[in-house]
């Protein structure tokens, strides 16, 4: 066993790179399926799917919808999906409004002393408690303090008095 011959290359380190050889970096393409450019191309889905690297189902059913109705397909509208044509339930002059009730009550701003304001001028409004918030917050720009309470029991002039006497006997 002693007598095995090995070939100059497995002793030779200097033929072998210990680093491996890097990677191209991935392309990114733009992910959108336009049925011309298929046609034009000849390109099946799945071909046009894979060149553009997505997923060949999303590619298909981005297909199977244009080819239901285009129109609906590019004239779909993107962000909240709240239909166009659908006004906000709360506008300037309830902003106005809120501006001005802000500025005349500044002891007592509270979320629901404010939708009261509101609804009292302006009749009865659906919204939702975190819908009213953030119509404050973003479209009115009133912020909201941490309000700090102190008990009636804490300010009575008796209870001063024991606080101060205890202080007097407990004192250095």
């Known amino acids: 066993m002693d007598n095995i011959v090995y070939e100059d290359g497995l002793k030779n380190h200097d033929k072998f790179d210990l680093k491996p050889s890097e990677k191209e970096a991935k392309k990114r393409k733009n992910p959108s399926v336009e049925k011309?450019?298929?046609?034009?191309?000849?390109?099946?889905?799945?071909?046009?799917?894979?060149?553009?690297?997505?997923?060949?189902?999303?590619?298909?059913?981005w297909v199977s919808k244009n080819n239901k109705d285009p129109q609906e397909?590019?004239?779909?509208?993107?962000?909240?999906?709240?239909p166009v044509d659908r006004?906000?339930?709360?506008?300037?002059e309830h902003k106005n409004y809120m501006i001005q009730w802000a500025d005349e009550n500044t002891n007592s701003v509270v979320l629901e002393d404010m939708l009261d304001a509101l609804t009292e001028k302006f009749g009865h409004l659906q919204i939702?408690?975190?819908g009213f918030y953030k119509f404050v917050r973003q479209k009115c720009r009133?912020?909201?303090?941490?309000?700090?309470?102190?008990?009636?029991?804490?300010?009575?002039?008796?209870?001063?008095?024991?606080?101060?006497?205890?202080?007097?006997?407990?004192?250095?």
């Open 73 to 82: 397909y590019i004239q779909r509208s993107s962000g909240s999906g709240r």
């Open 142 to 172: 009133i912020t909201f303090k941490k309000a700090h309470l102190q008990p009636v029991e804490r300010n009575r002039p008796e209870k001063i008095e024991q606080c101060y006497e205890w202080v007097e006997m407990n004192g250095d």
């Open 128 to 130: 939702i408690g975190s």
């Open 87 to 92: 006004p906000p339930v709360l506008t300037d």
């Open 36 to 61: 011309p450019q298929m046609d034009e191309e000849g390109m099946s889905v799945r071909a046009a799917a894979q060149k553009l690297n997505i997923n060949v189902r999303t590619a298909q059913r």
